[in-house]
C-alpha cells in the first residue's frame, strides 16, 4: 500500500472520459434535466471501445511519474 494518496486526476481513466463527455455537452444549450439525460446518454453511447483501450494503455507513463514525484501533482 502507498505511503502516501494520489493527488493526480490523471490516474483515473474514467475522470478522463467525463471530460470528454462534458466537453461535448458543452457545444449546445441543454434547458431541462430531461434533455441533460438524454444528451449524457448519447454522448456515453458514442464513447468507443477503441477510446476506452487508449486511455487504459497510456495509464503506465503517468503511474510511474506519480510515483517518482512520490505521490505529489505531476503534468
Same mark, same amino acid.
Given at each position: 500500500m502507498?505511503?502516501?494518496p494520489?493527488?493526480?486526476?490523471?490516474?483515473?481513466?474514467? !475522470?478522463?472520459?467525463w471530460s470528454?463527455i462534458d466537453?461535448?455537452?458543452?457545444?449546445?444549450s441543454i434547458?431541462?434535466? !430531461?434533455?441533460?439525460?438524454?444528451r449524457l446518454?448519447e454522448?456515453w453511447?458514442v464513447i468507443s471501445?477503441?477510446?476506452?483501450?487508449?486511455?487504459v494503455?497510456?495509464m503506465?507513463?503517468?503511474i510511474?511519474k506519480c510515483?517518482?514525484?512520490?505521490?505529489g501533482?505531476?503534468?
Amino acid at each position: 500500500m502507498l505511503e502516501w494518496p494520489s493527488n493526480s486526476q490523471d490516474l483515473s481513466v474514467i !475522470e478522463e472520459i467525463w471530460s470528454i463527455i462534458d466537453k461535448r455537452l458543452a457545444l449546445k444549450s441543454i434547458n431541462t434535466k !430531461e434533455e441533460l439525460e438524454k444528451r449524457l446518454q448519447e454522448e456515453w453511447d458514442v464513447i468507443s471501445i477503441r477510446l476506452c483501450q487508449a486511455l487504459v494503455d497510456s495509464m503506465p507513463q503517468p503511474i510511474e511519474k506519480c510515483l517518482k514525484g512520490k505521490g505529489g501533482h505531476f503534468t
